[in-house]
């Protein structure tokens, strides 16, 4: 943040801000650092896949860092808040390529307070995580290069990982596109195709 911040003096913060830099490996935040996050217009690109492995009273976060500042790891929910986009990655091979995993552990953070509606954490896997590339769009429009992937799903579901979020997106009368169930435990999609730039890279061969 003093960088960023010793840019902004010289440059000008609109322009630090228009720029839309994009950090990597975002874990370790203060309620100082968040707000500055949102001052500075940054982007927090994170591995949810990290708290899924390590996060919680007892995992390698607490062990090493002791349980107080462990709870204080990936805090998602307060970024979002402060208006600070999100991006997702996975950090492969630290941790696998797994694009529905990395939702749901956002969604099912270890620390409660942490988690973000499987909504917000799909949209940062997909549209916030594309950036500011001039081939890619974020969006599947008629017209654009079609970047996409087909998953093989047994149902799509509106829910909210606990009852910080408001029920009304829950309501079917709401709209809100549904999504798989993201219940730890439950059985996540399986890939069947994946289309870069308009072009096939990847069928699943029982298809």
Same mark, same amino acid.
């Given at each position: 943040?003093?960088?960023? *911040?010793?840019?902004?003096?010289?440059?000008?913060?609109? =322009?630090? *801000?228009?720029? =839309?830099?994009?950090?990597? +490996?975002?874990?370790?935040?203060? %309620?100082?650092?968040?707000?500055?996050?949102?001052?500075?217009?940054?982007?927090?690109?994170?591995?949810?896949a990290?708290?899924?492995?390590?996060?919680?009273?007892?995992?390698?976060?607490?062990?090493?860092?002791?349980?107080? =500042?462990?709870r204080?790891l990936?805090?998602?929910?307060?970024?979002? *808040?402060?208006?600070?986009?999100?991006?997702?990655?996975?950090?492969?091979?630290?941790?696998?390529?797994?694009?529905?995993? #990395?939702? /749901?552990?956002?969604?099912? +953070? !270890? @620390?409660?307070?942490? $988690?973000?509606?499987? *909504?917000?954490?799909?949209?940062?896997?997909?549209?916030?995580?594309?950036?500011? =590339?001039?081939r890619? !769009? !974020? @969006?599947?429009? %008629?017209?654009?290069?079609?970047?996409?992937?087909?998953?093989?799903?047994?149902?799509?579901v509106?829910?909210? %990982?606990?009852? /910080?979020?408001? $029920?009304?997106? #829950?309501?079917?009368?709401?709209g809100?596109?549904?999504?798989?169930?993201?219940? %730890?435990?439950?059985?996540?999609?399986?890939?069947?195709?994946?289309?870069? +730039?308009?072009r #096939?890279?990847?069928?699943?061969?029982?298809?």
């Amino acid at each position: 943040m003093e960088g960023f *911040r010793a840019a902004a003096e010289k440059l000008g913060l609109a =322009r630090i *801000r228009a720029a =839309r830099h994009r950090v990597e +490996h975002v874990e370790m935040l203060t %309620p100082e650092t968040v707000a500055a996050f949102a001052e500075l217009g940054l982007t927090a690109s994170v591995q949810p896949a990290f708290d899924a492995l390590w996060g919680g009273e007892e995992g390698m976060y607490a062990d090493r860092l002791g349980a107080e =500042r462990a709870r204080t790891l990936n805090p998602y929910a307060a970024l979002l *808040r402060a208006g600070v986009p999100l991006a997702f990655g996975s950090d492969s091979p630290v941790t696998p390529l797994d694009p529905w995993g #990395t939702v /749901r552990a956002a969604a099912f +953070h !270890r @620390t409660p307070g942490h $988690r973000i509606s499987a *909504r917000a954490a799909f949209t940062a896997h997909t549209r916030a995580a594309g950036g500011r =590339r001039p081939r890619r !769009r !974020r @969006t599947l429009v %008629p017209g654009a290069p079609a970047d996409y992937a087909v998953w093989r799903t047994e149902e799509l579901v509106v829910q909210a %990982p606990d009852d /910080r979020v408001a $029920r009304w997106s #829950t309501d079917p009368r709401s709209g809100t596109p549904g999504l798989p169930d993201l219940t %730890p435990g439950a059985d996540l999609p399986v890939c069947l195709r994946t289309v870069v +730039h308009g072009r #096939t890279v990847f069928v699943r061969p029982d298809v």
